[in-house]
């Protein structure tokens, strides 16, 4: 797994400084190139010698950091980096990345990196069952990093606790678990992702949407670039943040997101349809905020269809492209889902049951049915929406494949 990899090691100050030497060993020994970052507490355990004799490579501490040669090293490190991996990861440490702090070369290195991150911490138990650390421990994970568990057992101060620097061979045992790189089955390829509810105006402070949150969209935007694909996100307004390096278009209209996807499928290799788009709109919108008069007890809104985009899509559609759609349904989901796949000549469309208030829209969840062209089912278990997003991914990259 390690082979050819580039890790950064980032070692913080911690009595198990010293056990980050047989780390190091066991990630070259598993085929990676390894370099280290050492804090400044950390230099006060272990020195840069030591790491830079067993890695071969420069050591950047606080004191090497800056040099006259123009070179700005924390970011050519953080570029070089495949995954950063942070052991032992003091209280400090954590609460610096924790929250976004770049005041020594090892959070700014960390703040640079954009490969997976892994933080293995090693603290006083109380340190760590600290609300701080646990705070600063749940904001890593919802960043996507990785936190393992310190180990149990007895501490420097003399008492059992957990807070242990797990013992080296465990740590890369339990990272070989982890599926840490993405395989890059969509490098090169271009991919339209679209996302949330669309909004229909009824009048200038009105509109008509659904209670899409966005997320499966985001979360596909999300995989389709760890897998190497070049991503458009076409977004309605959603309470998300992008993933960073994609392509986004904001809309809010289902003519807008029509106009959007017609204009860049021709360049595309594949177009994923996560938006929950509006079946209909109303016939007029109002230029003037519609009042309420001594009248009209009742109100009556006149809706006309709005146009299918994946039936559109599908006109155009040349044999090397795929397309993707979901299919939302509360009833007879697989009987429905059968039916958008070859109604709107889809090559693979994820089916999912909204009627369940656990999965589905606005849930972190999902459960869906792929379905695909060539008749082939499977369901997933319910899971995240990331989880269900990657497998997407593999099924979109395979099916590329065949075209
Ligand atoms: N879709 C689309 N254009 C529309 C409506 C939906 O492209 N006007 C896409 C959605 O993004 C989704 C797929 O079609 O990928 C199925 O959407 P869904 O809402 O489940 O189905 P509908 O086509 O709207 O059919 P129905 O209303 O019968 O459920």
Redesign the pocket.
């Known amino acids: 797994m390690f082979e050819g990899k580039h890790v950064t090691l980032t070692i913080s100050g911690s009595v198990a400084a010293y056990k980050a030497a047989t780390l190091a060993r066991s990630l070259q020994r598993a085929g990676a190139t390894v370099r280290v970052v050492l804090t400044a507490a950390a230099a006060r355990f272990v020195t840069p010698a030591t790491f830079a004799a067993l890695t071969k490579q420069p050591v950047l501490t606080d004191t090497t950091w800056w040099h006259d040669d123009g070179q700005i090293a924390h970011v050519e490190l953080a570029d070089w980096t495949d995954l950063a991996i942070a052991a032992p990861a003091s209280a400090n440490l954590m609460a610096q990345f924790a929250n976004g702090l770049a005041n020594d070369v090892a959070s700014a290195t960390w703040l640079a990196t954009a490969a997976p991150k892994v933080v293995v911490p090693a603290m006083n138990s109380h340190m760590w069952q600290a609300a701080a650390t646990q705070r600063n421990r749940q904001r890593l994970l919802d960043d996507g990093v990785t936190v393992l568990q310190p180990a149990t057992g007895a501490l420097a101060e003399g008492y059992a606790g957990t807070g242990r620097f797990p013992e080296p061979a465990d740590i890369v045992r339990q990272l070989e678990q982890l599926e840490l790189f993405t395989p890059q089955t969509l490098r090169g390829k271009s991919v339209i992702v679209?996302a949330g509810g669309t909004r229909e105006r009824l009048d200038p402070v009105r509109f008509l949407t659904n209670d899409s949150s966005g997320k499966m969209g985001y979360a596909v935007a999300a995989a389709a670039q760890a897998a190497g694909a070049t991503v458009t996100l076409i977004t309605a307004p959603t309470r998300l943040t992008p993933p960073a390096g994609v392509t986004v278009v904001p809309i809010q209209s289902?003519a807008e997101l029509?106009e959007a996807v017609l204009t860049r499928f021709p360049q595309a290799d594949a177009l994923v349809?996560?938006?929950?788009?509006?079946?209909f709109q109303p016939l007029t919108a109002a230029d003037q905020k519609i009042k309420k008069t001594k009248d009209n007890d009742e109100l009556i809104l006149k809706l006309k269809k709005?146009?299918?985009?994946?039936?559109e899509?599908a006109k155009v559609k040349r044999t090397n492209q795929v397309t993707?759609?979901?299919?939302?349904?509360t009833q007879n989901l697989l009987a429905?889902a059968q039916r958008?796949l070859q109604s709107?000549s889809l090559d693979l469309?994820a089916a999912n049951d909204v009627s369940r208030a656990d999965i589905g829209f606005n849930s972190d969840d999902n459960q869906v049915t792929f379905i695909q062209a060539d008749g082939s089912r499977d369901q997933t278990p319910k899971t995240s929406k990331q989880m269900i997003a990657t497998a997407l991914v593999a099924r979109l990259a395979a099916i590329l494949e065949t075209k």
Not at 273 to 279: I, L, P
Not at 324 to 329: D, I, K, P, Q, S
């Open positions: 679209t289902t029509a349809m996560a938006a929950a788009v509006a079946d709005t146009p299918d985009i994946l039936a899509v993707v759609g979901f299919a939302a349904e429905n958008k709107k469309l």
